[in-house]
């Protein structure tokens, strides 16, 4: 039972990391009141450029890091097209999501030609704590990680401190909730905005990478598998603070975990039913708590500097 | 003038955008050779290949593609193409772009693809069509009898890969990780279970065998790490898979589980080529080898005797084989498990 | 004149990113060492080479117009119904059940098929519109969510509970409700004659009617129109009503016309790829159905071009996304307040010129 129970949550963990990155970005593009839905496209050329870039150089660090920098490209297309041109966010992360898969499956195509052996990487190795690592249940799940692991932790710490105690951070979260005063106030909200911009892509391009550096040892098309779009419904679901989102991370990565074991152990209840939950549980979610704290206020409109 | 400014404007802004994207196709780019255009002579015949997964996912796709390779290797007739990741609803069209281009055969490498497969061969007569692992009924319903099926034997290829688990099994579980619920995986489930359950009496223990997991899908490498994970947690300890990239994704959470033991406990059986050495966890291999199959259908393509009929494979005309063994097996098991592919050879095996 | 310049860019806006996304396909061509002029031929001919291709092209465009038109038509009230593909799904999936499950034949069969579609995508899009109105929730956000649980929930009746015997997949819809080819040597089913139908129609009714205009009021200033008395919630939720069941009626006339069976893989993409296919169209109905067939072709051309010069898809999926990116990007362009500006200064530079010279 105990084996099952650290097992279970082992594989919760593994689900939740990728996940909080790519949360995590959303979370600070929406915190500057921009909606990003590219999410899934970041994530998926982020995730080829850390596979490609480990591959080539034999160091996943440089993978990761690769990521992050082509998923601060591409989403400086869509930064450039919401901010300075006020195109609709929503509509342009939707092509983000159309146009980064298709660089994606282009860039894996030219550079392994018509080749068919299976290309591999070695993953990143896991940094264990002595002795704390022998402590039941949460030793390995703690102590024994990915530095990556690690990284989202203090990443999630660093966000709840930034947000909450930070004037920094006040002044940024402003900007999502009254451009306006923000503007008066002397704080650059284009800039801020900007910035938020290269935050997100550089998360959800570390979150894609995380999937073929420290999870799956080769490249498939489809690795990414709509993470991009629960990390929409886990930013929602967490209430839009780091550790909500944190919790709504690991509710879905164990709803992940659940439906696999589900259907190892062959009930006769569709998996899918499982996989709906965290789609369902956002809608729920929301209709019970309503718009009046759904969210910064000015997410998702475009800020001009005249307005008439 | 207006206009022409505007134009200019746009032009300029959305050379912009373009070096954004075109800064992040070349970063990824890295060091690449030029596309690797595949140049090949004067052949006669061309041969059109389509598959959902990628040629290079380390299984299924790279096997079906690497044994065509083969053949038309071998036969300077003809020459390849192909179009791989293709979705659902690209199946016909990649098909029918194929026709289009003179095309003489087509071949695609799984059940899933009947639907597309009949209804271009209705659009097309004269184009020859090559299905892996259709119905047997297939070649006799296709209106223009120009479909052919290749058969290997479903039930034998799980025996071959269900003898060596029996042998391997310690703790007396095996796994099976499936990519559709397909007819013939689910033969190869069946004819894995009651081979392994066969050896394993023989030799004096009891193996019973999970229920086959589907992943529904054949390019998702994280189902398979689950799935893995998840059967060796219910103590299965040899795997066998029929899902392309998903069994590569289960070989890789293998290989970590046993890293983490310090020594080698879970086996994986890999199908349908040798795929010894790619994996650490693998002990063996199920070999299809379609070429040898394909050979003939190509053959008879050009010279004109095609029929639409159903070819089957099995270890007695040798399209069926196992690959090597590891070393980690020890010649005892090794010299039972050759002993009982002769039987199966020789039909005795469980009669 | 101010609507004829205003059509004018609506029209040269998409047109221009056309051409661009296609010099930028060909730059990446060249670079491969293929020639541009073959692809790109390669991928007209497969696209409208012969009759059958064009049949085969209109077809593939069938279902991106409705979902298209279902984006336009909530689009034009104000609302963002991102659930397209959801509605699309859920109304193909309750298409199919309904045959399959009463087991009607023939045309009463489709008949059934394409009523119980259609309910069940306006009850798909009512959902996030009841939300929207109540709760005040975003719809977009909602919708999505609602594209995926719909995905899942056909997964659950190709997988489990209506699956065909050997795969996950259904069994196809009987034969004599399959609808059948408009003409015989040309690919195309009726479902592609609803989708145009259904096109004109929006067109009709939100040019031509006066609710048709109040619609578009209520999408244009919300604020204002409620100052004006228009219940606007109503209007709202019509619109979220309407765009659900133009998506469900295109799952399952699509369902009827050439899926025939729920499979894994079906319908992914194309409500967002409606979506985008409507904002190219200028949320114009008509030009809206024109755009869908453009895209159509380029994804069925794109094989042929891979095919017969072994330029990859994707390259083509690339060119499709410039358009949508420089597309949205440049009509975002055209409405700032800076370009406004700048184009007022020319217009009354040029036409103060003309002044100059009549004077001397």
Same mark, same amino acid.
């Given at each position: 039972?105990?084996?099952?129970?650290?097992?279970?949550?082992?594989?919760t963990?593994r689900?939740?990391?990728p996940?909080?990155?790519?949360?995590?970005a959303?979370?600070?593009?929406?915190?500057?009141?921009?909606?990003?839905?590219?999410?899934?496209?970041?994530?998926?050329?982020?995730?080829?450029?850390?596979?490609?870039?480990?591959?080539?150089t034999?160091?996943?660090?440089?993978?990761?890091?690769?990521?992050?920098?082509?998923?601060?490209?591409?989403?400086?297309?869509?930064?450039?097209?919401?901010?300075?041109?006020?195109?609709n966010?929503?509509?342009?992360?939707?092509?983000?999501?159309?146009?980064?898969?298709?660089?994606?499956s282009?860039?894996?195509?030219?550079?392994?030609?018509?080749?068919?052996?299976?290309?591999?990487?070695?993953?990143?190795?896991?940094?264990?704590?002595?002795?704390?690592?022998?402590?039941?249940?949460?030793?390995?799940l703690?102590?024994?990680?990915?530095p990556?692991?690690y990284?989202?932790?203090?990443?999630?710490?660093?966000?709840?401190?930034?947000?909450?105690?930070?004037?920094?951070?006040?002044?940024?979260?402003?900007?999502?909730?009254?451009?306006?005063?923000?503007?008066?106030?002397?704080?650059?909200?284009?800039g801020?905005?900007?910035?938020?911009c290269?935050?997100?892509?550089?998360l959800?391009?570390?979150?894609g990478?995380?999937?073929?550096?420290?999870? =799956?040892?080769?490249?498939?098309?489809?690795?990414?598998?709509?993470?991009?779009?629960?990390?929409?419904?886990?930013?929602?679901?967490?209430?839009?603070?780091?550790?909500?989102?944190?919790?709504?991370?690991?509710?879905?990565?164990?709803?992940?975990?659940?439906?696999?074991?589900?259907?190892?152990?062959?009930?006769?209840? /569709?998996?899918?039913?499982?996989?709906?939950?965290?789609?369902?549980?956002?809608?729920?979610?929301?209709?019970?708590?309503?718009?009046?704290?759904?969210?910064?206020?000015?997410?998702?409109?475009?800020?001009?500097?005249?307005?008439? | 003038?207006?206009?022409?400014?505007?134009?200019?404007?746009?032009? =300029?802004?959305?050379?912009?955008l373009?070096?954004?994207?075109?800064?992040?196709?070349?970063?990824?780019?890295?060091?690449s050779?030029?596309?690797?255009?595949?140049?090949?002579?004067?052949?006669?015949?061309?041969?059109?290949?389509?598959?959902?997964s990628?040629?290079?996912?380390?299984?299924?796709?790279?096997?079906?593609?690497?044994?065509?390779?083969?053949?038309?290797?071998?036969?300077?007739?003809?020459?390849?193409?192909?179009?791989?990741?293709?979705?659902?609803?690209?199946y016909?069209?990649?098909?029918?772009?194929?026709?289009?281009?003179?095309?003489?055969?087509?071949?695609? /490498?799984?059940g899933?693809?009947?639907?597309?497969?009949?209804?271009?061969?209705?659009?097309?007569?004269?184009?020859?069509?090559?299905?892996?692992? @259709?119905g047997?009924?297939?070649?006799?319903?296709?209106?223009?009898?120009?479909?052919t099926?290749?058969?290997?034997?479903?039930?034998?290829?799980?025996?071959?890969?269900?003898?060596?688990?029996?042998?391997?099994? &310690?703790?007396?579980?095996?796994a099976?990780?499936?990519?559709?619920?397909? %007819?013939?995986?689910?033969?190869?489930?069946?004819?894995?279970?009651?081979?392994?359950?066969?050896?394993?009496?023989?030799?004096?223990?009891?193996?019973?065998?999970?229920?086959?997991?589907?992943?529904?899908?054949?390019?998702?490498?994280?189902?398979?790490?689950e799935?893995?994970?998840?059967?060796?947690?219910?103590?299965?300890?040899?795997? *066998?898979g029929?899902?392309?990239?998903?069994? =590569?994704?289960?070989?890789?959470?293998?290989? &970590?589980? !046993?890293?983490?033991?310090?020594?080698i406990?879970?086996?994986?059986?890999?199908?349908?080529?040798?795929?010894?050495?790619?994996?650490?966890?693998?002990?063996?291999?199920?070999?299809?080898?379609?070429?040898?199959?394909?050979?003939?259908?190509?053959?008879?393509?050009?010279?004109?005797?095609?029929?639409?009929?159903?070819?089957?494979?099995?270890?007695?005309?040798?399209?069926?084989?196992?690959?090597?063994?590891?070393? =980690?097996?020890?010649?005892?098991?090794?010299d039972?498990?050759?002993?009982?592919?002769? &039987?199966?050879? !020789?039909?005795?095996?469980?009669? | 004149?101010?609507?004829?310049?205003?059509?004018?860019?609506?029209?040269?806006?998409?047109?221009?990113?056309?051409?661009?996304?296609?010099?930028?396909?060909?730059?990446?061509?060249?670079?491969?060492?293929?020639?541009?002029?073959?692809?790109?031929?390669?991928?007209?001919?497969?696209?409208?080479?012969?009759?059958?291709?064009? @049949?085969?092209?209109?077809?593939?465009?069938?279902?991106?117009?409705? %979902?298209?038109?279902?984006?336009?038509?909530?689009?034009?009230? @104000?609302?963002?119904?991102?659930?397209?593909?959801?509605?699309?799904?859920i109304?193909?999936?309750?298409?199919?059940?309904?045959?399959?499950?009463t087991?009607?034949?023939?045309? /009463?069969?489709?008949?059934?098929?394409?009523?119980?579609?259609?309910?069940?995508?306006?009850?798909?899009?009512?959902i996030?519109?009841?939300?929207?109105?109540?709760? $005040?929730?975003?719809?977009?956000?909602?919708?999505?969510?609602?594209?995926?649980?719909?995905?899942?929930?056909?997964?659950?009746?190709?997988?489990?509970?209506?699956?065909?015997?050997?795969?996950?997949?259904?069994?196809?819809?009987?034969?004599?409700?399959?609808?059948?080819?408009?003409?015989?040597?040309?690919?195309?089913?009726?479902?592609?004659? /609803?989708?145009?139908?259904?096109?004109?129609l929006?067109?009709?009714?939100?040019?031509?009617?006066?609710? $048709?205009?109040?619609?578009?009021?209520?999408?244009?200033?919300?604020?204002?129109?409620?100052?004006?008395? *228009?219940?606007?919630?109503?209007?709202?939720?019509?619109?979220?009503?309407?765009?659900g069941?133009?998506?469900?009626?295109?799952?399952?006339?699509?369902?009827?016309?050439?899926?025939?069976?729920l499979?894994n893989?079906?319908?992914?993409?194309?409500? *967002?790829?409606?979506?985008?296919?409507?904002?190219?169209?200028?949320?114009?109905?008509?030009?809206?159905?024109v755009?869908?067939?453009?895209?159509?072709?380029?994804?069925?051309?794109?094989?042929?071009?891979?095919?017969?010069?072994?330029?990859?898809?994707s390259?083509?999926?690339?060119?499709?996304?410039?358009?949508?990116v420089?597309?949205?990007?440049?009509?975002?362009? %055209?409405?700032?307040?800076?370009?406004?500006?700048?184009?007022?200064?020319?217009?009354?530079?040029?036409?103060?010129?003309?002044?100059?010279?009549?004077?001397?």
């Amino acid at each position: 039972m105990l084996g099952f129970l650290s097992n279970i949550i082992y594989a919760t963990v593994r689900m939740a990391v990728p996940l909080l990155f790519i949360s995590m970005a959303e979370l600070y593009s929406e915190r500057a009141g921009m909606v990003n839905i590219g999410l899934e496209g970041l994530a998926v050329i982020g995730s080829l450029c850390g596979f490609l870039m480990s591959f080539i150089t034999g160091s996943v660090w440089i993978g990761i890091l690769c990521g992050a920098l082509v998923g601060i490209l591409i989403n400086l297309i869509y930064a450039y097209a919401t901010i300075s041109l006020c195109a609709n966010q929503i509509v342009y992360g939707m092509a983000i999501n159309i146009l980064a898969p298709a660089v994606a499956s282009f860039v894996y195509r030219i550079y392994f030609g018509d080749g068919s052996s299976l290309n591999q990487i070695s993953l990143m190795k896991t940094i264990s704590i002595p002795g704390l690592k022998n402590i039941p249940l949460i030793g390995p799940l703690l102590f024994d990680q990915t530095p990556m692991v690690y990284l989202a932790i203090i990443l999630v710490i660093f966000t709840a401190i930034f947000f909450n105690r930070s004037k920094a951070g006040l002044n940024y979260k402003a900007v999502g909730e009254h451009p306006k005063a923000a503007a008066t106030l002397g704080i650059p909200v284009i800039g801020t905005k900007y910035l938020a911009c290269i935050i997100c892509g550089a998360l959800s391009g570390i979150g894609g990478a995380y999937l073929t550096t420290c999870y =799956s040892t080769t490249y498939t098309e489809g690795i990414v598998s709509g993470r991009g779009f629960i990390a929409l419904a886990a930013v929602i679901f967490g209430r839009w603070s780091s550790g909500g989102i944190l919790i709504a991370c690991l509710f879905f990565g164990l709803c992940d975990a659940a439906q696999i074991r589900l259907q190892v152990s062959s009930l006769s209840i /569709p998996y899918q039913f499982f996989q709906m939950i965290p789609y369902l549980a956002t809608i729920i979610v929301l209709a019970l708590v309503g718009s009046k704290q759904a969210g910064p206020k000015a997410n998702g409109n475009p800020y001009r500097k005249e307005e008439r | 003038m207006k206009k022409f400014l505007a134009m200019l404007l746009c032009g =300029s802004m959305i050379f912009g955008l373009a070096a954004c994207g075109g800064g992040a196709a070349n970063t990824s780019d890295g060091g690449s050779d030029a596309a690797e255009t595949a140049e090949a002579g004067e052949a006669t015949h061309k041969v059109g290949f389509i598959l959902n997964s990628s040629i290079n996912d380390g299984g299924w796709g790279t096997a079906c593609y690497t044994d065509l390779t083969a053949a038309v290797d071998a036969d300077p007739d003809w020459e390849l193409a192909y179009t791989d990741s293709l979705s659902q609803d690209g199946y016909y069209d990649a098909m029918v772009a194929y026709c289009n281009e003179g095309f003489d055969l087509i071949y695609a /490498p799984g059940g899933e693809y009947t639907d597309a497969v009949m209804q271009v061969a209705e659009e097309y007569p004269d184009v020859k069509f090559a299905l892996l692992n @259709g119905g047997e009924d297939i070649p006799a319903s296709a209106k223009n009898e120009n479909v052919t099926c290749l058969l290997p034997d479903a039930t034998q290829i799980g025996w071959i890969a269900g003898a060596l688990a029996g042998l391997a099994s &310690e703790t007396g579980t095996i796994a099976f990780i499936g990519g559709m619920e397909l %007819t013939t995986t689910l033969a190869k489930y069946e004819g894995y279970v009651e081979a392994a359950q066969y050896v394993a009496e023989k030799e004096g223990k009891t193996v019973s065998a999970l229920d086959a997991v589907y992943a529904n899908s054949f390019d998702d490498s994280s189902k398979g790490i689950e799935f893995a994970n998840a059967m060796i947690e219910q103590n299965a300890d040899v795997f *066998f898979g029929d899902a392309s990239a998903v069994d =590569s994704g289960a070989r890789q959470a293998i290989d &970590e589980y !046993n890293e983490k033991q310090g020594e080698i406990k879970v086996f994986d059986i890999a199908q349908p080529a040798d795929f010894l050495g790619q994996n650490d966890c693998i002990i063996g291999s199920q070999v299809t080898d379609n070429s040898s199959l394909l050979s003939l259908v190509l053959k008879s393509v050009a010279d004109g005797t095609f029929k639409a009929e159903v070819t089957y494979g099995d270890l007695e005309n040798g399209v069926l084989s196992i690959g090597a063994l590891s070393d =980690s097996l020890s010649k005892d098991v090794q010299d039972k498990y050759l002993a009982y592919i002769e &039987e199966m050879k !020789n039909g005795t095996f469980m009669s | 004149m101010e609507r004829v310049k205003k059509s004018m860019t609506g029209f040269l806006v998409p047109v221009l990113s056309i051409i661009l996304a296609f010099l930028i396909g060909a730059i990446i061509m060249l670079a491969m060492g293929a020639s541009p002029a073959r692809a790109f031929g390669a991928l007209f001919k497969g696209a409208f080479g012969s009759a059958a291709a064009i @049949g085969t092209t209109l077809n593939k465009a069938t279902p991106l117009i409705f %979902t298209a038109l279902c984006a336009c038509f909530a689009y034009k009230c @104000g609302v963002f119904n991102l659930g397209g593909e959801g509605q699309f799904l859920i109304g193909a999936t309750a298409g199919f059940c309904a045959v399959h499950l009463t087991g009607v034949t023939s045309f /009463p069969g489709i008949l059934l098929c394409l009523l119980t579609g259609t309910l069940a995508g306006d009850i798909w899009g009512l959902i996030p519109g009841i939300l929207k109105i109540t709760r $005040g929730l975003n719809e977009m956000i909602i919708s999505i969510m609602m594209n995926y649980v719909a995905t899942l929930f056909m997964g659950v009746i190709y997988t489990s509970w209506c699956r065909d015997a050997g795969m996950p997949q259904t069994a196809s819809v009987d034969e004599s409700v399959m609808l059948p080819r408009v003409i015989p040597n040309m690919r195309f089913a009726w479902a592609f004659v /609803p989708a145009v139908v259904v096109g004109l129609l929006l067109y009709y009714f939100l040019y031509w009617t006066s609710s $048709g205009f109040k619609l578009r009021a209520v999408g244009l200033n919300m604020t204002a129109s409620r100052f004006n008395g *228009f219940p606007v919630k109503t209007y709202i939720l019509t619109s979220f009503i309407v765009s659900g069941a133009i998506a469900g009626l295109g799952g399952a006339s699509d369902l009827l016309g050439t899926q025939y069976r729920l499979i894994n893989g079906y319908g992914v993409g194309y409500g *967002f790829d409606g979506v985008a296919m409507a904002l190219i169209g200028q949320l114009h109905p008509i030009a809206t159905v024109v755009v869908a067939i453009f895209f159509a072709a380029l994804r069925v051309g794109s094989t042929s071009m891979q095919v017969a010069t072994k330029v990859p898809t994707s390259v083509s999926d690339i060119i499709q996304a410039l358009v949508i990116v420089f597309s949205v990007a440049g009509m975002a362009l %055209t409405q700032l307040p800076e370009f406004k500006a700048f184009m007022l200064r020319l217009t009354s530079r040029s036409s103060g010129k003309k002044e100059e010279r009549k004077e001397a």
